[in-house]
């Protein structure tokens, strides 16, 4: 038996995996939806069984964690005869602060630093710790691991991480860049270096690009930079998030709109970034059909986009001093070759190369640059859960 759980809660919402160790296999994925309103529900997913599918009251995280066990050891569409069968269980934590540095076994300091950093992560540390509390509740005598979306960051340097604000305001208040995504950029940026047959200290910028989008640059896996901060507000262009902005833009949005800071702050999280700058679509298919059809708004949201990214590229090179590889990953990431090209276009000065044949495809890892390219390119495909899951086997073993 080597089964580990992987588990992400959000606040009404329980996502998870149950993952084979032995060949790194999917045997089940879940997702609880509706928590604690009307029309909670369950669906599961088995290679070659019908789905699973309940619809059922679920007060709280506990009773969708209830559920999900139920789900895995039912008798006809489950996976396993009891819990017995999962060996540790993994969560998908956002915030773990300056404390949290690593992965950790979970114990009662564990939970209450990860309560401490809920102003670091209101949205989601509430409903992760919730799921490991759920966990613990229904699973009792399990061993559960946090995985933090900050580890990656963490590895960044003083002169990476600082603001140049008042530096009493990072020793009070912890305010640094952490950078998000963690989970996603280390995964990748090693299977990077892995399916690559790399030098195990190889120069790796990775851009993930999806609804949120971050890049990083590493050096072996290891973060040297990556492009959001305190929060997922900085760095690029997203789906309805800003990206960079000078901060007296806030003040000024203020003033003229007769808007409070909070209200300026969720139009730079929800209605900014290709949204607000096409006034089309947040999702980038549809922002590039319309560009496709000549769209103005449309086309100025793209350009905005992929500059942002090739800047962003350009810098993290410097900060490297040198890149061996670029790797793309998430939805615009692994299915979007229009914008791979874009990208790698601007950096054929310094002699990046795609090959059109290579960088026809869709979600599979795969070199796309041409055979004398400069730099190596990559599409790469995440999956945060298999590295939740790695490093719970990695704790508990
Ligand atoms: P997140 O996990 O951050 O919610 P995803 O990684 O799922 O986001 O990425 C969602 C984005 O991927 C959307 O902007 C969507 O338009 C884009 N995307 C998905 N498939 C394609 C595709 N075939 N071509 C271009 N963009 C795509």
Do not use: W
């Not at 999917?26 to 509706?34: D, F, M, T, Y």
């Not at 102003?119 to 540390?125: T, V």
């Not at 914008?339 to 070199?367: H, M, P, W, Y």
């Amino acid at each position: 038996m080597n089964n580990i759980l992987v588990v992400n809660c959000g606040s009404s919402s329980l996502k998870y995996q149950l993952i084979n160790m032995d060949n790194e296999s999917v045997i089940a994925k879940g997702l609880v939806e509706r928590i604690g309103i009307d029309g909670s529900n369950i669906t599961q997913k088995v290679p070659g069984k019908p789905d699973y599918k309940i619809e059922t009251p679920m007060k709280d995280h506990v009773d969708a964690a209830n559920h999900m066990f139920k789900a895995l050891t039912d008798p006809t569409n489950g996976v396993i005869k009891s819990l017995d069968e999962i060996s540790a269980i993994g969560h998908r934590v956002l915030h773990g602060g300056i404390k949290l540095t690593e992965s950790v076994l979970v114990d009662q300091h564990v939970k209450d630093v990860i309560k401490e950093c809920f102003d670091l992560g209101p949205l989601h540390n509430p409903a992760n710790l919730m799921g490991i509390e759920a966990c613990e509740k229904n699973a009792p005598g399990k061993k559960n691991v946090a995985v933090f979306d900050t580890t990656f960051g963490m590895g960044m340097e003083e002169k990476a991480y600082l603001y140049a604000i008042p530096y009493e305001y990072y020793e009070k208040y912890s305010i640094r860049r952490y950078g998000f995504h963690g989970t996603s950029h280390m995964f990748v940026s090693r299977e990077t270096i892995k399916f690559g047959n790399l030098k195990p200290d190889a120069k790796v910028i990775v851009c993930h690009l999806g609804n949120g989008a971050s890049v990083s640059a590493s050096i072996g896996g290891k973060c040297v930079d990556t492009s959001m901060g305190l929060t997922p507000l900085e760095g690029l262009v997203m789906g309805t998030r800003s990206g960079d902005v000078d901060p007296a833009v806030l003040q000024f949005i203020c003033n003229k709109e007769k808007k409070d800071i909070n209200e300026v702050l969720n139009i730079l999280n929800k209605k900014s970034g290709l949204l607000g700058l096409s006034g089309i679509s947040s999702d980038c298919r549809d922002v590039e059909s319309a560009y496709d059809k000549g769209d103005k708004g449309a086309k100025r949201a793209f350009d905005v986009m992929t500059y942002r990214i090739e800047k962003y590229i350009g810098a993290y090179m410097v900060a490297l001093g040198g890149c061996d590889a670029i790797s793309f990953t998430a939805g615009i990431g692994e299915n979007d070759k229009g914008i791979r090209e874009t990208i790698c276009n601007q950096l054929s000065f310094l002699g990046v190369k795609l090959d059109k044949e290579r960088n026809n495809i869709r979600g599979e890892a795969r070199l796309i640059s041409a055979d004398d390219s400069s730099i190596k390119v990559f599409l790469m495909p995440t999956n945060e859960e298999l590295m939740i899951a790695r490093e719970t086997l990695r704790l508990t073993k």
